[in-house]
């Protein structure tokens, strides 16, 4: 099995509601009162840090559009690292993504699942736990019988998402349902603990964010990838700038800063204060809904990376594996699914994402680093696309990163250290495979 390929079966469409499917999942209906307390209750900074996030965001995709043009292939960013950087790079990267970055937002998004599906059942602390596991096998059966029929199943669950949320966001801005405020827009100035609030309540919007870079490791699926994958994108996370702005607006014409601020189920509250009880339980569904989108996009994707460090020598060789019947790379998807299991069932909503998103970082910049490698080390290399405003966008991108991951350590050292020692815990690994492999 190991020797067959994946199949090019995925169009623009499919990849651009891949990109917004998989990155709006929980975060936007959840994070939003925590992003304002820490900008300091005031909705000015707390709105600028979502158009940062997004900006931060496209500037990744842009520099990740002209590697995936250029290196279409299965894995995504772990590819870009093993060729511009090394292959202990692109391991470490890619032991990190399996343990953490991509079983551990799968994870989240299960254990987030289970706060709106008490709006419809009542659950105790292990029917919690039951309910992330169960919906994380759920998507993994889907996956592992069709990349194409997962695709499908992603393009409608998206739709319906993005039409729930604008739908909601409409109402809500057309509601000013909001109290009188007495906090003002913008703070009467700007001092450094108002800037590292911002930038830790950046870890939620990135978080939120979080999920515009899968689309890499599907590059190997899709047709024409030199011209799709690009616009892809580019298009879908700068679709998610105005989606996202658009909901907070929302948020704050319904329940008003003081009430957005106090609010840990956004979504729910803002629209149970304007319509009533019912129609927050048509939004708790709406919800559900976005995180298996969300869920689903990570198991079309996270799976590819796996099946390319299998394929390189440098994980468990069954991972490199396609189903002779499905064409999917099924052990890889299941793989992945146990460990996220696991993760869900011992972990909390915040400590997995400040987990995921702080290491995931690290990565991303090493990956926008990509681009000024290959531009040196390949400089005949066919570019179908080239990422606009070069080299000031990748760099904006990498020195952006550089300071989320330096607030982070500041301010939040022992969960910091706990992300950088499972990093680390896979310098062992590499070489005891590295040795495996040689000798093989």
Not at 197 to 214: H, K, N, R, T
């Amino acid at each position: 099995m190991a020797s067959r390929t994946l199949d090019r079966v995925l169009g623009l469409r499919d990849l651009i509601l891949i990109v917004i499917g998989t990155v709006i999942g929980s975060g936007v209906f959840l994070v939003p009162g925590g992003v304002l307390r820490q900008s300091g209750g005031n909705a000015g900074p707390a709105l600028l840090v979502w158009v940062i996030g997004g900006v931060l965001s496209l500037l990744g995709a842009l520099a990740y559009g002209e590697l995936g043009a250029m290196n279409p292939a299965a894995g995504g960013l772990y590819v870009y690292l093993r060729v511009a950087l090394g292959p202990l790079t692109a391991f470490l990267y890619g032991w990190t993504f399996f343990l953490v970055i991509a079983t551990g937002s799968a994870a989240t998004l299960a254990v987030a699942s289970t706060s709106y599906l008490q709006q419809f059942i009542a659950l105790g602390p292990i029917g919690q736990k039951l309910a992330a596991v169960g919906l994380l096998a759920v998507v993994a059966a889907i996956n592992v019988r069709s990349t194409r029929r997962s695709a499908d199943v992603q393009n409608w669950s998206t739709g319906i998402k993005v039409g729930a949320l604008l739908v909601m966001s409409s109402v809500l801005v057309a509601s000013h349902g909001a109290p009188p405020s007495s906090v003002p827009f913008w703070p009467e100035s700007v001092t450094p603990s108002l800037l590292s609030g911002m930038g830790l309540g950046m870890i939620g919007v990135l978080w939120a964010y979080e999920g515009w870079q899968y689309v890499t490791f599907s590059a190997g699926e899709a047709m024409n990838p030199q011209r799709t994958f690009p616009r892809a994108i580019v298009l879908g996370t700068a679709s998610l700038i105005g989606i996202y702005l658009f909901a907070n607006v929302g948020y704050l014409a319904a329940l008003g800063t003081e009430g957005v601020a106090r609010s840990d189920r956004v979504a729910a509250e803002a629209v149970g204060a304007i319509v009533g009880p019912g129609a927050a339980k048509l939004i708790a569904a709406a919800i559900l809904v976005s995180i298996f989108s969300a869920m689903n996009g990570i198991t079309i994707s996270a799976p590819r990376v796996y099946y390319a460090m299998a394929r390189d020598g440098l994980f468990f060789s069954s991972l490199a594996d396609v189903h002779p019947r499905y064409g999917t790379p099924a052990v890889s998807i299941v793989a992945g699914t146990i460990w996220a299991m696991v993760l869900a069932a011992s972990g909390t909503f915040e400590q997995l994402l400040t987990y995921v998103v702080f290491v995931g970082w690290i990565f991303y910049a090493l990956g926008a680093a990509c681009v000024f490698v290959l531009r040196r080390t390949q400089p005949d290399a066919e570019r179908p696309f080239r990422v606009p405003g070069y080299p000031w966008t990748p760099l904006l991108f990498i020195v952006a990163a550089v300071a989320l991951v330096l607030n982070t350590i500041a301010t939040q050292p022992g969960r910091a250290a706990i992300g950088i020692g499972v990093v680390l815990l896979g310098l062992p690994v590499y070489f005891l495979w590295s040795r495996r492999t040689s000798r093989a």
